[in-house]
């Protein structure tokens, strides 16, 4: 009996040590997988707000119907500072979404918490009569009281025992009751943020759509009606730029408008990523090149102000 309940100790214990070393695994594995959707978000927010700076400087000049060439420079650098951040963004979130690592987004593979609930092994030894009449001898008679007495109380013990299971089950129900109650609450405010990137990822794929028929107009003006290798470039890049990002809007409202993670959307939406990155920085670049001046262009402090246009 003593090395059977010894057994089971060591039972226990191995089964213990194995929980643990799950949960450490686990732990290592979400913490990886965070470092890289945390690394990507903020590649998202740097892009996005060099992309407003972009869009700013550009409406400086164009709504003023006058050139400037240093806010068309100012935009195309801030375009290719928002490409980089949007490629390494792509590539932090590919890192995650098209890998192993997609499953720490799933709520059905998080970690629940697992009570080992064990009985005690221990047996005792009852004694009992040994078959001989009752009454036989006083000291018999004596004997099997004390048993009787020994036996009572280990089932009182017995019940004891129990009720203080029935306890511990009870207070564990209501600990399980408030987990969940704790789960829905949080899962209920994850749903409102999902619909609200959901509103806001449908105007923006809208809106890439708008500024893919801008790059349009710009590719037949600039590759047909009056050609010029740069604009041209930047046009045709530009709208690579613009396709991809539309691909990459609406593969993210595949996981939040339903509120369903769909990892092959997941995936999707950071090669996507990848692709405006590397678009958009060769757009860029070809538009730094035919706005932004040259020691060549740069005008004398001495010409009059209309020579603007001319330089």
């Not at 609930?117 to 009454?135: K, L, V």
């Not at 048993?147 to 025992?161: G, M, N, P």
Request: with cysteine; glycine share 6%.
């Amino acid at each position: 009996e003593e090395r059977k309940k010894e057994w089971e100790e060591d039972k226990d214990a191995v089964k213990e040590l194995i929980d643990a070393q799950k949960s450490l695994t686990k732990a290592r594995f979400d913490s990886i997988a965070y470092h890289r959707i945390c690394a990507a978000d903020v590649s998202g927010i740097l892009s996005s707000l060099s992309y407003t700076a972009a869009y700013l400087s550009a409406v400086t000049t164009e709504c003023e119907q006058m050139l400037y060439q240093e806010r068309y420079c100012a935009s195309d650098i801030s375009r290719l500072l928002a490409a980089l951040a949007e490629g390494a963004a792509g590539a932090a979130a590919t890192s995650q979404q098209c890998t192993k690592f997609v499953a720490a987004g799933d709520p059905a593979n998080e970690n629940i918490e697992r009570r080992l609930t064990g009985n005690d092994g221990g047996a005792s030894q009852h004694s009992s009569d040994d078959g001989a009449p009752p009454f036989d001898t006083l000291h018999e008679s004596v004997q099997g009281m004390f048993d009787k007495l020994e036996e009572r109380k280990q089932e009182r013990e017995e019940e004891r025992e129990e009720k203080e299971e029935l306890h511990d089950s009870v207070l564990e129900m209501f600990d399980k009751l408030k987990e969940s109650h704790e789960r829905r609450i949080e899962r209920k405010t994850t749903r409102k943020v999902e619909q609200a990137e959901c509103a806001i990822d449908v105007s923006q794929a809208t809106f890439m759509l708008a500024r893919s028929a801008a790059e349009i107009h710009g590719i037949t003006y600039h590759c047909v009606t009056d050609y010029d290798v740069h604009p041209c470039g930047g046009s045709v890049l530009g709208l690579i730029a613009s396709l991809s990002l539309t691909t990459m809007f609406l593969s993210n409202t595949v996981s939040e408008c339903p509120g369903a993670l769909d990892y092959r959307a997941e995936c999707a939406s950071g090669v996507s990523q990848i692709i405006t990155g590397i678009s958009e920085t060769a757009a860029a670049i070809f538009e730094m090149y035919d706005a932004c001046p040259t020691p060549t262009t740069v005008r004398n402090e001495d010409q009059p102000a209309d020579a603007d246009a001319e330089w």
